[in-house]
């Protein structure tokens, strides 16, 4: 592997944007099927706390989801493509005085605002039934038959933060200003049907894309990249998406290649470990780097991931980012500015030198640095994973490092970490390298602890 240099850190800003407001008709389940009708206003009233209801956005057009299918108090809720399934059901639960709970299908439990906030921006998570005020929601009517969901103890709207059309996108509490990422229209299920496979849109279809090198435009740009589809590929099986990126003057080659290390390093030995249940991915950077000047190389991932999963099934819920020294620091920034759109990255040897544009939501998230590093420095790796040990609300500590020379590697996992966004850690006996060596670059010297710990590290995602 070759050293890696300074690069122009990226941003690109998010502000909060308000769309106007635009027509649509309610609709309701009627006979197993969904029919739309010119509904009136839906009203406290006219709520049936016997059914279940999927809400749908009126500005993206998600429906409000239980992010990962979690059963855990306090886990995430979010915005995702609608698809019926029991995390996006929602029973009305009458709290009396013309307020409800909204109770998870799937989990139990009920929409909450965390920590009784009444700020601006407060999470809405998932909690025990307590019935406290914090958990009451009074529906408020707007027009075309969509409804706002005013929270009891802070008078507040819930709404998809940022107005956010992607999936993953989180919801929040604002102040109630009638907006459309405010207004939720509810539909009826038949509450009960087995939804189906949490796949993406290249589901069902025949592949349009094949193993070898692609290349696309991208923010006005040729941009390339090398997939690997996986044997015996059933467009009905949703897959994984692993993106690994090169370092400093290598290539999509070497990365696909295993260059030095040969087949058993592929895709960082992710070929290897995913054995034919990851789709596997090798972008190509500029001047075989990651400036991402401008944020463009971040739009350049949103551009493979639009291009695969349009043609491959994948699961949405799946998608992975690592690579060293450089690509590290572009996972890194991956981290930071795709945490609602990737499920977890790890960044070997790396350091914020791809930018760090957002980096306030939790991810899952894996360190990986030398002890002896003189191009990034430990404590450069250290700053990135502290990072999202506070946005995963893990309890801070310092982990215990090896000693030189002794050609080990100690792993650690953080405690009191949110549920789904575990925060690992392992340092290496050796310098600017992907980990211990043996005084060679062969399979035993550098893959075969990294490879199985990163991999074991993706896969515990189901």
Known sequence: MKTIGAARPASRQRRRWRTGLAAAAAAVMAAGTLVAVNAAPAAAATVDTNAWYVLVNRNSGKALDLYASAT???????QWTRNNGANQQWQFVDSGGGFYRLKSRHSGKV???SNFSTADGGAIVQWSDLNGTNQQFRLADSDG????LINRNSSKAVEVQGASTADGGNIVQYSDWNGTNQQWQLVATDGGTTPPPSGGSGCGKAPTLASGTHTIQSNGKSRTFILRVPANYNNSNPYRLIFAFHWRGGTMQDVSSGGTSGTPWSYYG???QSNNSAILVAPQGFGNGWGNSGGEDIVFVDDMISRIESSLCVNPRQRFALGFSWGGGMSYAIACA????FRAVAVISGGQISGCSGGTQPIAYFGLHGISDNV???SQGRAL???FVRNNGCAAQNPPEPAGGSRTHITTTYSGCRSGYPVQWAAYDNGHMPGPVDGTYAESGITTWTKGEIWRFFAQFS
């Open 385 to 387: 994973r502290d990072t």
């Open 376 to 378: 990034l420095s430990i």
């Open 111 to 113: 929409l909450d605002v």
């Open 270 to 272: 992710q070929q290897e």
């Open 72 to 78: 855990n108090d306090g886990a995430r809720i979010s």
């Open 338 to 341: 795709r945490a609602t759109v």
């Open 145 to 148: 038959g969509y409804v706002r």
